[in-house]
T-cell receptor, first 114, second 112 residues
């Protein structure tokens, strides 16, 4: 069966420090990979989207970047964090490209920038 | 830009009551999904609807996709405290890319 795991689960970082959140998927190949951010108790905003190794689409201009060094690995990074980067970050994957595409989410990572 | 308007944003009801959550857009979606999320966890898929007019039932939950595939509803019958959580609708807009567009979410509290 397929699994998705992201870490760390919680992170407290000072303003101006770097960030690296990692996500891996097991049990599938060539998945679509996503990074979402969620404000407390609200909907999800798509940040990055990848259909293959080295292929990254940025959905919103921001202080963050994403990379996909391996087929099932997706990394969210920042060189210098801002207070506004605080939030709940979710990695997700999907494998179908047709109607009814199902997206599966990781456990989430809480980032607090202080 | 495709948007999904979800309503109501907050709902607090007593156990045993019925409720309906709405998800509306001016855009057409190739599919629409409903998720439920617990605090501090990732959303969990409840259902995917792909055909206009489609109705799916999951125990006490009934999901409907509008005929024009621009809107959807989630109806819960005889709500229970275990139904408490954040409900999110999400639409797959163009070309079935999997780039879901999410509604703002509905926070449901069911009091015993």
């Amino acid at each position: 069966s397929q699994t998705i795991h992201q870490w760390p689960a919680t992170l407290v970082q000072p303003v101006g420090s770097p960030l690296s959140l990692e996500c891996t998927v097991e049990g599938t190949s060539n998945p679509n990979l996503y990074w979402y951010r969620q404000a407390a108790g609200r909907g999800l905003q798509l940040l990055f989207y990848s259909v293959g190794i080295g292929q990254i689409s940025s959905e919103v201009p921001q202080n963050l970047s994403a990379s996909r060094p391996q087929d099932r690995q997706f990394i969210l990074s920042s060189k210098k964090l801002l207070l506004s980067d605080s939030g709940f970050y979710l990695c997700a994957w999907s494998s179908l490209r047709g109607p009814g595409n199902t997206i599966y989410f990781g456990e989430g990572s809480w980032l607090t920038v202080v | 830009t495709q948007l999904l308007e979800q309503s109501p944003q907050f709902l607090s009801i007593q156990e045993g009551e019925n409720l309906t959550v709405y998800c509306n857009s001016s855009s057409v979606f190739s599919s629409l999904q409903w998720y439920r999320q617990e605090p501090g966890e990732g959303p969990v898929l409840l259902v995917t609807v792909v055909t206009g007019g489609e109705v799916k039932k999951l125990k006490r939950l009934t999901f409907q996709f509008g005929d024009a595939r621009k809107d959807s509803s989630l109806h819960i019958t005889a709500a229970q405290p275990g139904d408490t959580g954040l409900y999110l609708c999400a639409g797959d807009g163009s070309s079935n890319t999997g780039k879901l567009i999410f509604g703002q979410g509905t926070t449901l509290q069911v009091k015993p």
